[in-house]
């Protein structure tokens, strides 16, 4: 009923910058919340970023605040993650996911929140 599809990961430098977008279409666009999660090879999928449609609320793991910024167009169709001075470990494959059934601003960095996952893209930062 929904579908994600996320693009622009690549190789970047450390200190570089990559913009990484997640266009989403099925029956509806609405949903209460739209969050990006990025896995690691061997490691938990985690919450980077969240934007919340219920409140225009974003939330940012401590690891990447001050340095990504999550946004949406203005027809909510495709949301977006700003990445700046990215690090070395900031490599991973990043995945968008859309909160479709429920809200709570506690729950947005919970995997189990979201009810449909895009198919990722990888990031890499290495020089």
């Known amino acids: 009923q929904v579908q994600l599809v996320e693009s622009g990961g690549g190789l970047v430098q450390p200190g570089g910058s990559l913009r990484l977008s997640c266009v989403v279409s099925g029956f509806t666009l609405d949903y209460y919340a739209i969050g990006w999660f990025r896995q690691a090879p061997g490691q938990e999928r985690e919450g980077v970023a969240c934007?919340?449609?219920?409140?225009?609320?974003?939330f940012y793991a401590d690891s990447v605040k001050g340095r990504f910024t999550i946004s949406r167009d203005n027809r909510k169709s495709t949301a977006y993650l700003e990445m700046n001075n990215l690090k070395p470990e900031d490599t991973a494959v990043y995945y968008c996911a859309t909160m479709n059934f429920g809200y709570n601003s506690l729950s947005v960095f919970k995997r189990n929140s979201y009810d449909y996952w895009g198919q990722g893209t990888q990031v890499t930062v290495s020089s």
């Open positions: 934007f919340s449609t219920t409140d225009g609320m974003t």
